[in-house]
């Protein structure tokens, strides 16, 4: 933060320039704050008129007054329509409206630019999820809806880029040469280095290689949607072997997820680079590509614990506990040998994130996520809380004597990759024997039942996340 919460002044979203209130004062919030001074005063007169006749005949035999039914007009409401996207900052707690993407925090000039771009990814989760709603009969349809995420994905991406190298431009040195137009040279991995070599930054430092092939191939995979209504052509060939020309190109609801995730990995590292942040390290040092952000870590775990934790957070579409595939696991790390793998997973099996089982024939033990994975890795790298999000769907559950989990998540209106993480912190206080063990895709459960002693341990878990 620049500035201590509530200091008066207000920075500019856009520019961070801070200046007084009064000049971020839009004439029709002007307006709106005369009518509800004028509503307010009315209001008082009427009062007063009416306190000034109060018995005002009393004890005359040939006088009477009373007094008409008061007819109180209704408190005048405003809303502005205009500033479509509500934030709050993740620094102060500030909530405020912009319009697009701005990069400072009007309170506390904090950068925000990571959390506007966090909003865009949950919208495109949010269409994801729509899309995997869709039964086989729609099956168009649902091509078109992942299409125009994976489209706002890029759109997104280019846009915030964009944003972040015009205010790098705008606060060069005096003296320095103007800069060039960009066109769509953010639309592609390489014309957005050279762009950011002006400033001694690379925005993409912190990918791996196989990150980049994959950011790569969405970029383009977002050009043939755009452009070629999806079907492959000879130069996304080249970027991907598996293509076929003349077909369509597949779109995975995962795929865009990942894609949305690695953008975002790169606009943290923009946001850290503006506020002047120290800057984690490059995924390749003295020339040999090692793991990204070797330090870091969560609590007492390795960093390569935490590394492969962060892997199967990021990757998980549904946020349910499950197996996780030794195949997958070897091609995501392959700078990690088997054996510092399966130490990793030990590392994560001792907080309780996973359990592991070991088969005499395999290096490698089988890998199952528990619920305290997602409770733990969700807040740094996806942006949501499992916590806040199971602290909204209590008062939801608490009325109903059985909750059909599908209807809750419809009722919640969260998406699924965010619904399960907190349904599972609430199903873990219910009674095992009220919990059903049918199967139900994409839930941990159907539905379950509930008792006062399911109650009152729901409540108390209220309580408890509250604090």
């Known amino acids: 933060m620049k500035h201590a919460p509530g200091t008066p002044g207000t920075v500019c979203p856009y520019s961070g320039v801070r200046a007084d209130d009064a000049e971020f004062l839009h004439p029709d919030d002007r307006k709106a704050a005369i009518k509800m001074v004028e509503h307010a005063a009315l209001e008082d007169i009427q009062d007063a008129i009416s306190d000034m006749f109060a018995g005002v005949a009393r004890g005359s035999k040939s006088l009477s007054y009373k007094p008409a039914p008061r007819r109180n007009r209704p408190r005048p409401r405003f809303g502005r329509r205009d500033l479509m996207r509500l934030l709050v900052c993740d620094c102060c707690g500030r909530d405020y409206g912009v319009f697009a993407i701005a990069l400072f925090c009007p309170d506390c000039g ?3 630019l990571a959390l506007h771009f966090a909003r865009e990814a949950e919208l495109v989760g949010q269409q994801v999820d729509m899309a995997e709603a869709l039964g086989k009969d729609r099956q168009e349809l649902a091509y078109r809806l992942l299409g125009n995420a994976h489209e706002d994905v890029l759109t997104a991406f280019e846009a915030t880029l964009k944003v972040a190298y015009a205010y790098c431009i705008e606060n060069r040195p005096p003296g320095a ?7 769509n040279d953010f639309q592609n991995v390489d014309k957005s280095r050279k762009r950011f070599e002006e400033f001694s930054f690379d925005p993409f430092a912190e990918l791996d290689a196989q990150e980049l092939a994959v ?5 383009q995979k977002r050009h043939l949607i755009g452009h070629n209504l999806g079907v ?4 996304f060939v080249q970027h991907a072997k598996e293509a076929k020309l003349g077909e369509t ?3 995975v609801a995962a795929d865009i997820r990942s894609f ?3 953008c975002r990995k790169v606009v ?8 002047g942040l120290p800057l984690p390290p490059s995924v390749v040092q003295n020339g040999e590509e090692t793991m990204a952000s070797p330090t870091e ?3 007492d775990l390795s960093p390569e614990g935490t590394a492969v934790g962060k892997w199967i957070c990021m990757t998980s579409t549904d946020g349910l506990p499950g197996h996780v595939g030794e195949n997958s696991l070897v091609e995501a790390f392959p700078n990690l040998s088997i054996d510092q793998l399966a130490e990793a997973a030990a590392d994560l099996a001792e907080d309780g994130f996973v359990t592991l089982t070991h088969l005499i024939s395999e290096r490698l033990p089988r890998v199952h996520v528990s619920e305290e994975l997602f409770l733990t890795f969700d807040p740094p790298y996806m942006g949501s809380n499992p916590v806040a999000d199971a602290r909204q769907l209590i008062p939801l559950i608490l009325p109903k004597d059985s909750v059909e989990v599908p209807a809750l998540h419809a009722e919640s209106g969260l998406p699924l990759r965010r619904f399960n993480p907190a349904i599972g912190l609430i199903l873990s206080k219910v009674g095992e024997g009220r919990v059903s063990g049918a199967w139900a895709q994409g839930y941990p459960t159907p539905y379950f039942l509930l008792v006062d002693s399911d109650r009152v341990a729901i409540k108390r878990l209220a309580r408890q996340l509250e604090g």
């Not at 950011?215 to 970029?219: A, Q, R, T």
């Not at 492959?232 to 130069?235: L, T």
């Open 110 to 112: 904090a950068l925000n």
């Open 177 to 183: 040469a103007p800069g060039k137009p960009v066109g």
């Open 215 to 219: 950011l790569s191939l969405n970029i």
């Open 232 to 235: 492959v052509d000879a130069r």
């Open 249 to 251: 190109v597949e779109l």
């Open 260 to 262: 949305a995730m690695l």
């Open 268 to 275: 943290r590292r923009i946001d850290d680079m503006l506020a």
């Open 297 to 299: 870590t969560i609590g």
